[in-house]
């Protein structure tokens, strides 16, 4: 009994090809995916019946039941939920962007473990290199690709979590944007509470950034929650601004606009 990852070593969007072969064939077999980070555990896990040539192959194998439901060579990934030992409504900071070591463990039906194989996925990759800003009045990392440029540039803004979150800005990195990840609250010598920000704080990185020569004046901007209400205020008043991705903002707009605490 085998279980195979074509490629156990890549970057976090990677697809990978797993199979486990040499089964009983029609037997019941359970695949667990579990990531162990220094802030508790996730799990994912799936329960297939072997085909005829003994063989489970997950991108065309539908679990019979588990965290995920349809035929999906990363279901597995996608799925992958807090277990007990993880504070609840907590967040798996990942800064520095230290990459991911997963296990994937293969179980029959008794629950016998019969294989394991760690499985290491990147935020970041290897060429980039990785620069923390304090200078301007702003505090932020810079992610920078390999060469002079000029490269697409974007500002990574993170939510009212507070404090530097690089890992949506070290995957865009990874694929050939500088992006600079800013912090704006709660995070060394800034202030503490989203009361006491003020939005030309983010002039300030706008400006450093232009000033780079590695950059081709192209700027984008992206944040998640508040971080999305922030880029809208942003790329209506500045006209650097060329594009502007918000994700999850909707909520945090309207508590906003009704006077409540945004979480």
């Known amino acids: 009994m085998s279980l195979h990852v074509d490629k156990p070593d890549t970057m976090q969007g990677e697809r990978l090809d797993i199979r486990a072969t040499n089964l009983v ?40 039941r588990g965290t995920y439901n349809e035929a999906d060579a990363m279901g597995l990934f996608m799925s992958i939920q807090p277990c007990e030992d993880f504070p609840y409504g907590g967040y798996l900071r990942c800064t520095p962007p230290l990459p991911f070591i997963y296990n994937l463990i293969l179980l029959n039906s008794s629950d016998r473990e019969l294989a ?27 992610f920078k690709p390999p060469g002079n440029g000029p490269f ?17 800005g070290s995957m865009l990195a990874s694929e050939g944007f500088v992006v600079l990840c800013v912090a704006f609250f709660q995070y060394k010598n800034l202030v503490t509470t989203l009361e006491e920000v003020e939005i ?64």
């Open 200 to 263: 030309e704080y983010f002039k300030k990185p706008i400006d450093w950034l232009k000033r780079q020569p590695y950059t081709n004046g192209r700027l984008g901007i992206q944040g998640v929650s508040f971080g999305g209400t922030i880029v809208n205020l942003l790329a209506s008043r500045f006209p650097e601004v060329l594009f502007f991705i918000h994700m999850k903002s909707t909520a945090a707009q309207r508590l906003m606009e009704t006077g409540h605490d945004v979480e």
């Open 25 to 64: 064939p029609n037997g019941i077999y359970k695949l667990v995916l579990r990531l162990k980070h220094k802030y508790g555990t996730h799990m994912s896990f799936a329960v297939f019946k072997a085909d005829s040539a003994g063989e489970i192959h997950l991108p065309t194998a539908k679990p019979l």
């Open 116 to 142: 394991v194989v760690p499985i290491k996925k990147h935020w970041m990759h290897p060429k980039l290199e990785r620069t923390e800003i304090e200078e301007d009045g702003f505090c932020a990392t810079l």
């Open 152 to 168: 697409p540039t974007v500002i990574d803004i993170s939510g009212t979590g507070g404090g530097l979150h690089e890992h949506k």
